[in-house]
């Protein structure tokens, strides 16, 4: 059976996939930072194929340790760990800025370097979990665009310099999906505002309660987690896969538009969509 490393697995995307991928008979070793995360997604599947490893990309003892948790046969992996901080770039914390990067950027990069020799042996495949805001910013997202933008580019480089040795670098790029980072958005939000500095909050309050008006919408807008999960399933099994798979109609659609569209004009839709005032 072909074998799989899935970080992120605990919840949302990587818990769907996670079990989706054992019942279609991958070897799944699933990335948790909890070890009680674990055990409850080993037990949620009845096929016995889901192997749980303590794995925070962040962690670098934790990913020395991958060499020796993992089977020495390794047919792909995917890169789904991610965090989301918002707020006005201006009035992010440094902290929270680089932790950002950390975990949606280097750590991505970290458990890749750390698997691509047993990949190279096997012509295997690397699936990053992007995102729509990988190709589009919005208003308050910056530092997670930020993210997604630098994945996408070194998900672009990386495919070209694997390609002799046949090892094939995929992006998939759902929008809004239904999972607890959807779900619990307001809370995130209201997180990222009291971590700004008092004065930031004063000079974004309208950006701010455009953002939270914003957020009902976005979750009308979330679809099942099947839908990535489903894109993920193909970018690992297709004989030619893509270098990129958009996750839903509305999305694709989403991307071209704002491929076509001039920045003058679209500048001014996103704004409008996300609540940014036009004056102060």
Do not use: C
């Not at 019942?23 to 070890?35: K, L, M, S, Y």
């Not at 990913?63 to 046969?73: F, I, R, S, V």
């Not at 538009?257 to 969509?273: N, Q």
Request: avoid cysteine.
């Amino acid at each position: 059976m072909p074998v799989v490393l899935l970080t992120g697995a605990a919840r949302g995307i990587g818990r769907v996939t996670a079990l989706r991928l054992a019942a279609a008979g991958w070897d799944v070793h699933a990335g948790v930072r909890r070890a009680d995360d674990g055990e409850a997604l080993r037990t949620a599947d009845p096929h016995g194929r889901i192997h749980p490893v303590l794995l925070d990309v962040t962690d670098a003892a934790q990913l020395g340790a991958l060499t020796d948790a993992l089977p020495h046969h390794l047919d792909a992996v995917v890169n789904n760990a991610g965090i989301v901080v918002g707020g006005p770039v201006e009035g992010v914390p440094l902290d929270e800025l680089r932790r950002q990067l950390e975990v949606n950027l280097v750590g991505q990069v970290a458990v890749t370097q750390a698997v691509l020799p047993r990949l190279r042996a096997s012509r295997g495949r690397i699936v990053f979990v992007s995102s729509l805001s990988g190709r589009v910013a919005t208003p308050m997202t910056g530092p997670y665009n930020a993210s997604k933008f630098a994945l996408e580019g070194l998900a672009d480089a990386l495919r070209m310099e694997l390609r002799p040795w046949g090892v094939r670098v995929t992006l998939v790029e759902p929008a809004q999906t239904d999972t607890d980072l959807w779900r619990e958005a307001e809370d995130a939000l209201e997180q990222s505002v009291a971590a700004l500095r008092p004065e930031h909050r004063v000079l974004y309050a309208k950006h701010i309660a455009g953002w939270r008006k914003s957020i009902p919408l976005s979750q009308r807008l979330a679809t099942p987690a099947e839908g990535v999960a489903a894109s993920i399933e193909r970018a690992l099994t297709a004989a030619r896969p893509r270098a990129r798979y958009v996750v839903g109609t509305g999305p694709r659609v989403q991307a071209v538009l704002a491929a076509l569209t001039p920045t003058r004009v679209l500048d001014p839709l996103l704004a409008a969509a996300t609540g940014v005032p036009r004056r102060p």
